[in-house]
């Protein structure tokens, strides 16, 4: 994946939680299994793996491709 595509998926990571039912990135975090640091990475730097972003789409209950818009 390119790293324009990475970051494109971080910024609007941050977005998509705040309209979640999670709001926080911390509460995001806890139900993805992975540190509150990891969740601010992914926003910053981008999200490099697919199966990351299939499985955050999953959790937000989104499809995949509106990480990508």
């Known amino acids: 994946m390119t790293q324009y595509l ?13 309209v979640s039912k999670y709001k926080t990135q911390d ?14 990475r992914w926003i910053a730097l981008g ?9 955050i789409a999953n959790k937000l209950d989104i499809d995949f491709m509106e990480l990508f818009n």
Do not use: C, H, W
């Open 6 to 18: 990475s970051q494109r998926v971080g910024k609007n990571l941050k977005n998509l939680i705040k």
């Open 27 to 40: 509460n995001f975090a806890s139900v993805m299994n992975v540190d509150p640091t990891t969740v601010r």
């Open 47 to 55: 999200v490099k793996d697919v199966n990351t972003i299939e499985e």
